[in-house]
Each structure stands twice: as structure tokens, then as C-alpha cells.
């Protein structure tokens, strides 16, 4: 498949989902979010492709939830409820990525903001340039980062997750390296091709060993990240309800500083 803001391709035995909208730094409007959806499902089908690379054109990976896109999200008359339809559709796709019975290898050649440090902890494996970063700027919005929070904290554990979260002052590359939270720290002219050759030699292994392995690490191992997920949505949209957020996200549109209540 292929849309304006995705484009999938298959080089058995990797498929490749790339993130192709750089005019809005690759943000996860809810159609992206619908196309990444879709597009694991199309490799969920492909018997052929045993991993699959995530990557961007452009010079951000991703810059979070499309703020402007969610300054026009019409609260109605039950606002609460129609923020837990956005925080839910995040929600099902950070879900849908831990689930799937595949390696996932995110690739990355510049800054990772907001939700798409969500992408990243959802995966499995992680290759970065030295110009990859990472940030979470919820709260200069008025946000949270709900969904982000228990995917770190089950990555990375409670005390990176509080330095990433609380301080938003980017990380750079090298001390992601560092932490663990980047596994390969190449070129930026390499990133895809080491995703490429983590999945072929994934594709040297059993499918059924790589499948039960990734399960046992993110759904039993992880248990407790689930519940959290639920509760890390709630959250989003409670305070996505709030003035706050609203004033925060006019004042991103409008790029002037925030004056929250």
C-alpha cells in the first residue's frame, strides 16, 4: 500500500514501512495512525517477510500526535468521550505493534518528539544516527504523554522514563546509546540497511522461536504494561479535556507562547 503519508516495501526478508509526510515532520494525524494500522496488518499476511524496518524521509522521524490536526478535533457536547476516541486510536496501535508476531526494527535519522517515542519503545529493536534524538514536549502543550510513559518505563524503567518525561531536554543519540534504549548506533547512510540485516539474520531462525520469544518479552513479561496503557489513554483524555491543553494547542497553532490558566 501507499498513501501521502506512508509507503510500504517489501525486499523479503524485511518489509519496510516508511514514515513519508516531511512537510509535517512525519506527525501521527489519525489517518497515519489508521495507515500504520493497516500496513502491519498487510505484513502480518506476508509469510515471506520475518521482520520488519520502520523508518522516515525527512529530517525528523516524528514529531508527535498532529497538534494541529487535534487544535481542530471538535469537543462537542461530551468532550471527555471524544478525546478517549483519539487516545484510543494511539492506544491500539502502540498494542497492535507489541503484538505483532514479528521483529520490529525502528530506524532512525533524526529526532523522535512526543508519540513517536511511542513508535520507538513499541518496537523491538532500535538503529540510530548520531543525528537521531529524543524528547517528549507534552508538556509545553498542556499534554501528557500517557501512552508513552508505561512503554518507556517497560523499556527503559522508571528512572530514564522520569529524565525523558520530566526534563525535555532532548537526549541525544549517544546517550540513548548509552542507556540502551538505541541498540545500534550507525551511520546515517546505514540505517536501513543494518534493519535490513537484522532481518535477514532473524530470517536464519525459527519463525515459531522469534514469535514465542517476542510474546513471552512484551505480553507476559510485560503484563502489567497493558493495564497501564489503558490507564495512560484515560488519562490522555482527561487532560486533553482540560483548558490547559486547549490553550496549549492554540497556542502551537497560532506559534505564540502559552498562557495557561
Sequence with gaps: MSSLRIRIQ??????????????TRNALSRETVEDLLEAFGDFHREKNVRAVVLTATGSTFCSGVDLKQW??????????ATWQDVTTELQEL?????????????????PVLGAGLGLVMASDLVVA???????????????????????????MGASIASRILLHQHPVSAEQAYQWGLVHYLVDSEQIWAKGNQIAMDIA??????IQMTKRLLNEMIGESTWSHLVSGAAVMATVCS????????????????TKFP
Aim: proline residues 9%; hydrophobic residues 45%.
Design 129 to 155: 544516527s548520531p543525528r537521531a534524538s529524543f524528547a517528549s514536549l507534552a508538556s509545553k502543550v498542556g499534554l501528557v504523554s500517557g501512552l508513552v510513559a508505561p512503554l518507556l518505563a517497560f523499556r
Design 204 to 209: 536464519q531462525t525459527s519463525v515459531e522461536s
Design 242 to 257: 482540560t483548558e490547559s491543553a486547549s490553550e496549549g494547542l492554540k497556542a502551537f497553532v497560532e506559534k505564540r507562547p
Design 10 to 23: 517489501k525486499n523479503a526478508p524485511s518489509g519496510t514501512i516508511v514514515l513519508d509526510n516531511a512537510a
Design 71 to 80: 487544535n481542530e478535533i471538535p469537543a462537542g457536547e461530551e468532550p471527555l
Design 94 to 110: 502502540f498494542e497492535t505493534m507489541l503484538r505483532f508476531p514479528k521483529p520490529i526494527i525502528v530506524a532512525l535519522d533524526g
